[in-house]
């Protein structure tokens, strides 16, 4: 029995934004990158400490990534900053205003694509759209963002039918569609093979030079770190902290592209994994 692969029409946007991933009329994003400030942020559950005493500044247009040892609260971080998560102590603040509930200044891309299956990618991409932009104008903004991450000629096309690596394209361009001031990035390539990761760290960079943005990674990968990031935060735990702050930061002071190769960043991925527990040969 042979299979038919549907797809929709590749500009195909649904008849109104949903309200679930909609900012408010008062929210709407500017476009334009925004400053992170965090200062004394702590977080607990229960007993046990995550964070205590995280400062951090971040300027508008930087990108910043987080590394870490797993459960150090770079992920509670992340959530903190896009208002998906409270904090214990401490200030959290996004262009010097507070941060809030889901703060639609921010977008949110994870580990996995999460895209809806029964939608093809224009209409997963155009959920990411503000409540109350013009059907025209959504449609156009969808079609760049498409076109920017390679996938115009997959537009009608449902997430089943198309391979790990173009999903995430497509999560990329669902969370730029409101032009976010920050965008957070969870992880976003830990789950492809090798030579797609390095393909998207790529893709990632090629975005922002279009769609200038803050950026806040968490990875557990040293080089992609190094590869992508102005300044790489590495979060841990002291003596003098109960929970997990800020325990070295590393200016990457290289213009993109980088040669990945370069031998100022070998000596900075030496540094780097020594202070995560990994002794240099």
């Known amino acids: 029995m042979s299979s038919v692969l549907r797809t929709d029409p590749p500009t195909a946007l649904p008849a109104a934004v949903p309200r679930a991933c909609a900012d408010t009329a008062a929210g709407m994003p500017s476009g334009s ?24 500044d971040v300027a508008p247009g930087e990108v910043v990534a987080l590394l870490g040892p797993s459960g150090c609260g770079k992920s509670t971080l992340l959530r903190a900053v896009a208002g998906l998560d409270g904090v214990d102590s401490g200030r959290v603040l996004l262009d010097g205003e507070p941060v809030r509930d889901h703060d639609p200044r921010c977008a949110i891309a994870f580990q996995e694509p999460r895209l809806l299956p029964w939608r093809s990618l224009t209409g ?15 449609a156009q903004r969808v079609a760049e963002l498409l076109d920017v991450v390679g996938l115009s000629g997959f537009a009608g096309h449902r997430p089943r039918s198309v391979s790990g690596g173009m999903a995430q394209r497509a999560a990329l ?3 730029l569609a409101r032009r976010p001031g920050v965008l957070v ?40 770190a190094l590869h992508l990031a ?34 100022h960043l070998a000596s900075l991925r030496a540094e780097l994994l020594e202070l995560l527990g990994v002794p240099r040969a």
């Not at 990158?33 to 951090?56: I, K, M, Q």
């Not at 997963?124 to 959504?138: C, I, S």
């Not at 393909?199 to 557990?220: F, I, N, S």
């Open 230 to 263: 102005d300044r790489v935060v590495v979060l841990g735990r002291s003596q003098e902290r109960d929970g997990a702050g800020v325990v070295r930061t590393t200016a990457v002071d290289l213009a993109h592209p980088r040669d990945r190769g370069d031998a």
């Open 33 to 56: 990158a925004v400053g992170v400030h965090l200062e004394g942020v702590g977080r607990r559950f229960g007993d046990h400490v995550v964070l205590d005493g995280v400062d951090l």
């Open 173 to 175: 361009a669902r969370a």
């Open 185 to 224: 990035l969870d992880e976003p390539f830990a789950a492809l093979d090798a030579l797609t990761r390095l393909t998207m760290q790529d893709l990632l960079l090629d975005v922002l030079a279009t769609t200038p943005t803050t950026v806040l990674l968490v990875t557990h990968d040293v080089d992609e």
């Open 124 to 138: 997963n991409v155009a959920l990411g759209l503000p409540r109350g932009t013009p059907r025209a104008a959504g």
